[in-house]
């Protein structure tokens, strides 16, 4: 069974950095899809970026265009989300979330991603 796991949310003020970091067990394919969605109080998920494994192909959402970064880590089966310039809009749940196989470019919908992370909190205060 896939397991995912992020980690590296917490509280920080406006401007602020954070680096989230989603571990996966077994292996990274080829194929295979990675997004970052985050969720705040009383709104519906939303997408923040995406990376497809096997050409490390990224996309982001527009609100989060030049201020965050995704990466990948195949060695240690981890995808991170640098974010820099944090403002308090982003302040939510943040998940993890992967679908393999997988041709062509991410999906941006979560509906489309089968295995989901628990999720990690990040606050930002002004």
């Known amino acids: 069974q896939v397991q995912l796991v992020e980690s590296g949310g917490g509280s920080v003020q406006t401007g602020g950095s954070l680096r989230l970091s989603c571990a996966a067990s077994?292996?990274?394919?080829?194929?295979?899809?990675i997004g970052w969605f985050r969720q705040a109080p009383g709104k519906e998920r939303e997408g923040v970026a995406t990376?497809?494994?096997?050409?490390?192909?990224?996309k982001y959402f527009d609100s989060v265009k030049g201020r965050f970064a995704i990466s990948q880590d195949n060695a240690k089966k981890t995808v991170h989300l640098q974010m820099n310039a944090l403002k308090p809009e982003d302040t939510a749940m943040y998940y993890c979330?992967?679908?393999?196989?997988?041709?062509?470019?991410?999906?941006?919908?979560?509906?489309?991603?089968?295995?989901w992370g628990q999720g990690t909190q990040v606050t930002v205060s002004s």
């Open positions: 990376i497809y494994i096997g050409g490390n192909k990224t």
């Open positions: 979330a992967a679908v393999w196989p997988w041709a062509g470019s991410c999906p941006r919908t979560d509906l489309d991603y089968k295995h």
């Open positions: 077994g292996y990274f394919y080829s194929n295979e899809c």
